[in-house]
């Protein structure tokens, strides 16, 4: 994006209204994204409306991610469990408790009680399906959408089934890192007998930026992450690389948006071995300023043609950003929502960490074209190894008195 495009929309923030309402100090939008300048509430992201919050949402710090296997076979069972699910993030989101019981002497209380008295955050609550929700347990077989099939193998992946799949993933992002945990535990907890933790991922820091307000972090590279992502504020883009349209055969997706997460290691003592002028080429990009290798500034559009004087790409060709480039993958684009995670260090005393990807998308198809494209050449697979995630499709926005379950089971 050159810095033209980006000033014009940073102008266009108040206008379209995607922040989080609140101590950004922007206008309050709800999760439909549409604006309306309200009275600030404390770190509050609406729950409701026409999309569901945490897609397109300015991207919070902080990440607790769950995936989750489904129990029971009954149907009724599930679709009440995503009845009390709602009502109890629903009321995460707004600060308070998971609604029930608080004082009964003889009964463990409804809420854990860790965020008690802890601000909301930004908090948002997101729900996704995985592929495997349809098979034949609950009648969901003919409401499977074509395109949610497990991901196909793409090397080099080496994907650990301890941290792979799942029938419902739950997506928790706030600013504070005690909130998101809280509410995967009380989730988790209302679900006993219903559902069972099948993996969950901390992140404790964006790399990526979702709105023109938000500054640029890097990764545990080191890189700034997140420059060319897409924003919230380009809300053609948005509509047509990330909301599911009238092209999906199963219309209860409409609205709703395919998530993939990767759970993705990085060999960090050998990254850190590395040259700078070699990280720089594994990138395209500076380290410092996060300018493509051709550019001054970070928001400088990288002219991947530039040649040097001795013939040679500027911006290397198996660089990160040449080969995931929507200029080099017939427009495809991605609306980029990762977290830095670590989990200590792996049994030789290595540490253990790297980059918790997330992305929405219209189709699963945009990831897997630029991820086959990557896992062929890209630089960076010396440097990292894919060991998790899961495909899931995550239903349009929650209208008053529904539930998230509420477009797939009508
Ligand atoms: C399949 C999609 C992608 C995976 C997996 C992925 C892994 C990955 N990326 C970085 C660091 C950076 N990525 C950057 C840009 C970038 N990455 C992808 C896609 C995947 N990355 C896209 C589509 C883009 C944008 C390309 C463009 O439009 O130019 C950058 C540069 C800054 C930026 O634009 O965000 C960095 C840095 C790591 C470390 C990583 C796996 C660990
Ligand atoms: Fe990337």
């Not at 948002?124 to 969901?140: A, E, K, M, Q």
């Not at 790409?313 to 427009?331: C, K, S, T």
């Amino acid at each position: 994006m050159s810095s033209v495009s980006r000033r014009s929309l940073l102008t266009g923030i108040g206008a379209l209204g995607v922040g989080a309402v609140g101590v950004g100090g922007l206008v309050a939008a709800d999760a439909a994204g549409s604006a309306a300048p309200t009275a600030p509430a404390p770190q509050i992201v609406p729950f409701r409306g026409q999309r569901q919050a945490g897609i397109v949402t300015q991207q919070q710090d902080r990440l607790t991610f769950a995936a989750f296997d489904v129990v029971t076979r009954n149907r009724s069972e599930l679709v009440e469990l995503l009845r009390t699910w709602t009502a109890a993030a629903e009321s995460m989101t707004r600060g308070q408790q998971v609604p029930g019981g608080a004082s009964q002497l003889q009964a463990p209380p409804a809420d854990t009680g860790e965020a008690a008295g802890l601000k909301p955050g930004n908090l948002t609550v997101t729900i996704g399906f995985g592929p495997s929700l349809f098979d034949d347990r609950f009648g969901l077989a003919a409401k499977r959408p074509a395109l949610l099939r497990p991901l196909p193998k793409l090397p080099p992946e080496d994907l650990d089934p301890h941290y792979t799949g799942g029938d419902l993933c739950v997506q928790a992002c706030a600013d504070d890192p005690q909130v998101t945990f809280h509410v995967i535990r009380n989730l988790a907890r209302l679900g006993a007998g219903t559902v069972v933790l099948r993996w969950m991922q901390l992140g404790f820091g964006r790399t990526a930026s979702t709105s023109s307000a938000q500054a640029t972090q890097r990764n545990l590279m080191g890189f700034k992450d997140g420059t060319r992502n897409l924003r919230a504020e380009q809300a053609e883009l948005i509509d047509q690389h990330v909301w599911v349209g009238a092209e999906t055969d199963q219309p209860w997706l409409r609205g709703g948006s395919y998530l993939v997460a990767r759970r993705i290691r990085m060999f960090i003592e050998t990254w850190d071995r590395d040259y700078l002028g070699d990280q720089q080429n594994v990138f395209g990009r500076y380290k410092g300023s996060g300018a493509p290798l051709t550019g001054v500034s970070e928001f400088d559009t990288p002219d991947f043609a530039a040649r040097d004087a001795e013939g040679g790409l500027v911006i290397p060709e198996d660089a990160h950003v040449r080969l995931a480039a929507p200029e080099h993958n017939n427009g495809t684009r991605l609306l980029r929502r990762g977290y830095s995670f670590t989990d200590g260090i792996d049994p030789t005393g290595n540490l253990l960490g790297g980059l918790f990807f997330i992305a929405f998308m219209r189709s699963p198809e945009q990831f897997i074209s630029v991820q086959r494209k990557l896992g062929e050449s890209d630089a960076l697979n010396e440097y990292i190894q894919h060991i998790g995630g899961g495909l899931f499709a995550c239903p349009p926005g929650v209208g008053a008195g529904q539930h998230w379950g509420q477009s797939l089971f009508a």
